[in-house]
């Protein structure tokens, strides 16, 4: 049974800075893309960025050039560095991994960009 526990959320101003994490239970090398998903409240879930195994990256349009998604293999660990946060992101987080036949999430973790 894999596990996906989030960390790092909490309360921001905007403008400001948070990283997430999210350790997985077991190695994330058999994970062929890890990735963090956003749900902000009455809408639908959303891609923010992914990692594949071998490293590469890819961004939603309106986190690009604010938000760095990196694996920590040696430690089971994914991340996402957000910066430059704005009222709007203001959603819960979640981890996503998928192996090449099953996808796995976690129980998500809470942002808030308030002033």
């Known amino acids: 049974q894999v596990q996906l526990v989030e960390s790092g959320g909490g309360l921001v101003q905007p403008g400001g800075s948070l990283r997430l994490s999210c350790t997985a239970s077991g190695s994330i090398n058999r994970f062929s893309l890890m990735g963090w998903y956003r749900q902000a409240p009455g809408k639908e879930r959303e891609l923010v960025a992914t990692i594949t195994s071998g490293g590469s990256t890819n961004y939603a349009d309106f986190v690009k050039g604010r938000f760095t998604i990196s694996r920590e293999n040696a430690k089971n660990m994914l991340h996402l560095q957000m910066n430059a946060l704005k009222p709007e992101e203001t959603a819960v987080y979640y981890c996503?991994?998928?192996?090449?036949?099953?996808?796995?999430w976690g129980q998500g973790t809470q942002v808030t960009v308030s002033s």
């Open positions: 996503h991994a998928r192996t090449f036949v099953n996808p796995f």
